[in-house]
């Protein structure tokens, strides 16, 4: 058994970058670009006397999926949380940048390139958002990180992959929602405010931190799925996500706009309406939402088998 075939059945969960953007790809065809032997360090920490990583927390490169061109980016929720700074964020623009380029040129040389044979970027996310050292460098990478999404809409799909351990939180949340098509396993979490950080400004008693079912049935990927936030719903591998992965990169990049959550009036009415609905419901629990969307025994759900749930699930329509 190679280490590539192992990574297959590995946890998405309790994988790390490095791992989850070897996996996400063919076998062999990974080429890692500003990594550790670049030695490609944040000078902000540097400067304030904190341990540096080689990599700066995150893994960017290239592979492919059969005849697709992966550009990957895989953030490392061990390395300060996952936090953007300069350099991260530089990576994650560039790496984007590239995949728009690739694309440019190949439709120029070759104008009746198959769909599989089109660019498209994977990011792995596992962030809390901005770092916290470097504030004003992280807020600019993420406005250039979204500026290059939508330089890449029409173009390269870009794909987010949401089932580590931290999650996709604060600037980041808002990232992965300007992305073409979001895949979630159970684990993951989504959304702006992280709890530990609601409970620290509105207290205990508006979200308790500790409440772990609570922390999932609002942020997890069944809640997501159910309410329209997330696309797809797959198990805890990283084969499971690199499947899912690989039955995107096939589709006309057409197809993904129909998967966007923003970018239309259509779309922000969408939104509009979701918000009108929760305002007029005060829903108290997830749960409450779970109802709406026509699930006549919602607490069930949280504890349904992953293929039981989603032959069974009614997702919110607005």
Do not use: C
């Amino acid at each position: 058994m190679t280490y590539w075939t192992d990574l297959q059945e590995r946890s998405f969960l309790e994988s790390d970058a490095r791992a989850r953007a070897l996996g996400l790809v063919d076998e062999g065809s990974f080429t890692e670009l500003a990594g550790p032997f670049d030695r490609v360090t944040s000078p902000h920490l540097e400067l304030l006397g904190d341990a540096v990583a080689f990599d700066d927390g995150i893994v960017t490169g290239v592979g492919r999926i059969g005849k697709t061109p992966v550009f990957v980016i895989s953030q490392e929720g061990r390395f300060i949380g996952g936090s953007v700074g300069e350099i991260g964020g530089a990576k994650m623009v560039n790496t984007i940048k590239l995949a728009i380029d690739f694309h440019d040129r190949l439709a120029a040389d070759y104008p009746d390139l198959a769909e599989e044979e089109k660019p498209v970027v994977v990011i792995s996310f596992e962030t809390g958002g901005v770092r916290l050292h470097e504030s004003n460098a992280g807020l600019l990478a993420h406005a250039e990180v979204m500026d290059q999404i939508q330089k890449a809409r029409g173009k390269v799909p870009v794909i987010a992959l949401i089932g580590s351990k931290v999650g996709a939180f604060g600037g980041m949340g808002f990232v992965a929602a300007a992305t073409d098509a979001i895949v979630m396993s159970e684990f993951g979490r989504l959304g702006l405010t992280g709890p530990e950080v609601i409970e620290q400004e509105m207290g205990k008693e508006e979200f308790d931190s500790s409440d772990r079912a609570l922390v999932f049935r609002t942020t997890g990927g069944r809640h997501k799925y159910i309410m329209g936030d997330a696309n797809f719903l797959v198990g805890d591998s990283i084969r499971a996500f690199r499947t899912q992965l690989a039955k995107l990169a096939v589709l006309p990049v057409a197809e993904f706009e129909a998967m966007r959550r923003i970018g239309s009036p259509a779309k922000v009415e969408d939104r509009l309406r979701a918000v009108a609905l929760a305002a007029e419901m005060q829903p108290q629990d997830a749960t409450d939402m779970w109802a709406k969307a026509g699930n006549d025994a919602p607490a069930t759900l949280t504890d349904l088998p992953l293929p039981d749930f989603l032959s069974s699930v009614k997702r919110l329509s607005v």
